[in-house]
């Protein structure tokens, strides 16, 4: 499988955000995980689901997450961007998954309009950019808004698998993954063992006629 790719998706650097906490991250990304029927092999199964998985278009996702953005106060000039963080797929375990990860941005910086609070001493200060988007993506990084985009994204995975000819189902938790992963192992195990049997009998065969 590839190696992951880097993720400077909640790095300071970009659109002028500030990273967001460990905690915070947690809560805005998602996984999907897949169980797909019919690969074969790594080289060539696992490597296409892999592509595909890859090439997830995410624009229900970033699209349903800034409708619930414009809900929140504050979103104006805000908007999400969202991308896919990592994609595997594994034979012979037959197991594929994907990473989503969003966040707030700021349209135009420039003109942002910030929201005003007082500190402890009643002063009027203005917080700064960073807060702001902070303070939105954490509004975002609630349950439902999770299980909404883990819907669908979960659809978009299995339409897109299904559409190179695999048939797979969701994992919805982390004992269903295991689960499923150990079972595959051990079928693909003794597949192995009895393709093993199988030739020694065919070699015992040969030497006795």
């Known amino acids: 499988m590839n190696s992951p790719p880097t993720?400077?998706?909640?790095?300071?650097?970009d659109h002028g955000s500030s990273s967001i906490s460990n905690d915070d991250d947690a809560q805005t990304k998602i996984k999907v995980d897949l169980q797909v029927e019919g690969m074969m092999c790594q080289k060539n199964c696992g490597s296409t689901v892999q592509t595909a998985l890859a090439n997830l278009?995410?624009?229900?996702?970033?699209?349903?997450?800034?409708?619930?953005?414009q809900s929140l106060e504050s979103a104006a000039n805000k908007k999400i961007e969202a991308r896919l963080a990592d994609a595997?797929?594994?034979?012979?375990?037959?197991?594929?998954?994907?990473?989503?990860?969003?966040?707030?941005?700021?349209?135009?910086?420039?003109?942002l309009i910030l929201m005003h609070s007082r500190d402890d001493d009643g002063d009027v200060e203005a917080p700064t950019k960073d807060d702001e988007l902070t303070q939105l993506a954490q509004q975002l990084a609630t349950e439902d808004v999770r299980q909404e985009v883990l819907r669908?994204?979960?659809e978009l995975a299995i339409d897109e698998v299904e559409c190179?000819?695999?048939?797979?189902?969701?994992?919805?938790t982390a004992s269903?993954?295991?689960?499923?992963?150990?079972?595959?192992?051990?079928?693909?195990?003794?597949?192995?063992?009895?393709?093993?049997?199988?030739?020694?009998?065919?070699?015992?065969?040969?030497?006795?006629?």
Do not use: M
């Open 7 to 13: 993720n400077p998706f909640l790095s300071g650097d």
């Open 57 to 69: 278009d995410l624009d229900d996702v970033r699209t349903w997450l800034e409708q619930r953005l």
């Open 88 to 111: 595997v797929a594994d034979f012979p375990t037959c197991y594929a998954g994907a990473t989503i990860e969003w966040r707030v941005v700021a349209e135009d910086h420039d003109d």
């Open 152 to 154: 669908i994204a979960v």
């Open 164 to 172: 190179i000819g695999f048939d797979c189902a969701h994992l919805a």
């Open 176 to 209: 269903e993954v295991a689960a499923h992963r150990e079972q595959a192992k051990l079928e693909y195990d003794e597949k192995e063992r009895q393709k093993k049997k199988d030739a020694a009998t065919l070699r015992a065969n040969a030497v006795a006629a």
